[in-house]
């Protein structure tokens, strides 16, 4: 008795208590070997259980966790605070020598109601013109047509006001007269020892006023870059020294705000022609392309630690 109840309060005595147990029928003996695997695929489950909650466990931890640091970096990212960060501004500047020339012409035909003999006769003027141009080396990707308008003239007539008693006479509208015609291309010039020959030809040409020739650099992207560069470092710089005075340490950038790097043209040449105040073919212009600036300004915010 003293065995069968030990065998009974430890599970794991069972298979003891089988085997040392009196002899017993079949039907008893599979009854207990049925108990026996009943409760050793008991404690395998009650295992298992214990294993998963703590899987569980350790994984809700990591989750929080991870999401709490998430939170407080996201926090940073969108609202850093404006008592927890300055900012300070940086530029520069990179002069350039300019190497190109850019002007605008323009062609005026003022015609009768017949618009395609206007159209003719602008497009043969411009041909001509464009054909100078190809001859001194300029090339067709070079010239760009900017504005194209067609407008109407129109006659007014002049109504008078009738007497008091007197009939009054309908008055006469207005009606077109002609039409004007204007075109006005964009010319690069890459050559600048022939600019000056160049516009004075463009007018001999044809062209009814030549205007707005500026000296500037031709492909500044790449200077645009260095601009940028040099400003943030600046302002970097400046945030360090402070930093320093203030008795406080730079942080992380949090923002750039760029004011742009603009090319900026020292030489410029203008004039009108053939009607204007300044005839230009008949005058001789030294013309020195001279240099460029490209400008850039920044302001950049950093946190505060």
């Known amino acids: 008795m003293q065995f069968e109840a030990q065998a009974r309060s430890e599970p794991r005595c069972i298979w003891r208590y089988i085997e040392g147990a009196p002899e017993r029928s079949n039907e008893e003996m599979y009854q207990m070997r049925r108990s026996y695997k009943n409760l050793i695929i008991m404690e395998q489950i009650e295992g298992a259980k214990k294993w998963f909650y703590l899987a569980a466990t350790v994984a809700l931890l990591v989750v929080a966790y991870a999401a709490f640091v ?34 605008t012409y323009s062609v005026t035909i003022q015609g009768g109601k017949d618009i395609a003999a206007i159209k003719k006769e602008s497009s043969d003027k411009t041909g001509k013109i464009q054909a100078f141009l190809q001859a001194q080396g300029v ?93 943030i470092k600046q302002a970097i710089l400046r945030a360090q020294i402070l930093a320093k005075t203030a008795g406080f340490k730079v942080g992380r950038i949090i923002s750039i705000d760029e004011q742009g790097a603009v090319p900026m043209s020292r030489e410029s040449f203008s004039t009108m022609a053939k009607g204007g105040a300044a005839p230009v073919a008949d005058t001789v212009v030294n013309l020195n392309p001279g240099s460029g600036d490209i400008i850039s300004n920044v302001t950049v915010r950093f946190e505060i630690e």
């Open 139 to 231: 090339d067709s990707k070079d010239v760009t047509t900017v504005a194209y308008n067609l407008e109407p003239r129109y006659q007014y007539f002049q109504c008078s006001v009738p007497l008091p008693g007197a009939e009054a006479r309908p008055c006469r509208p207005q009606e077109i007269v002609g039409y004007t015609l204007s075109q006005t291309d964009s010319v690069k010039i890459r050559d600048l020892t022939k600019a000056d020959k160049t516009v004075s030809g463009v007018v001999d040409s044809g062209a009814n006023n030549v205007s707005q020739l500026t000296f500037t650099v031709d492909d500044s992207s790449n200077l645009q870059t260095q601009a940028k560069g040099l400003a």
């Open 70 to 103: 998430y939170t407080g970096s996201y926090a940073k990212s969108v609202q850093p605070g404006n008592y927890r960060s300055f900012a300070v501004t940086g530029e520069s500047k990179i002069t350039a020598k300019n190497d190109v020339a850019l002007f």
